[in-house]
């Protein structure tokens, strides 16, 4: 194993102080993204039993045609979109947000903003 970079590990410890107190329940499911420099990737996960319930990501086949790139907020924002409704199809419309230990702002923002106009509430 190699080291881990500053960068990576504030992430890491900013993801378990999150985690201590956003669970996902049935009634309404935690919403998780993750992000690389080229992908972005979310899904909706019911932690009472430990299963994904609803996922999308731009290294989808679908995700080619709604935009170029996940890279980027364009990309974050039809993810958030095609995200949302998947979920709504499903019946969920109420989850807690988890960051994932990046900060609010970005493409991680443009994904939440996105899932909310799709019909989410958190």
Known sequence: MGRISPRRLGRL????????????TPDRPRLVVFRSA?????QVVDDTVGHTVVSAASTER????????GGNRQGAQALGRLLAMRAV????????????????H?????????????????
């Open 13 to 24: 410890m900013r993801h378990k102080r999150v985690r201590r107190k956003v669970r996902g």
């Open 38 to 42: 080229r992908h972005i990737y979310a």
């Open 62 to 69: 679908v995700f080619g045609e709604l935009a170029p790139s």
């Open 89 to 104: 199809e499903n019946g969920i419309t109420r989850v807690v947000f988890d960051r994932n230990g990046y900060f609010f």
């Open 106 to 122: 970005g493409r991680v923002k443009a994904l939440a903003d996105a899932a909310r106009e799709g019909g989410l509430v958190f």
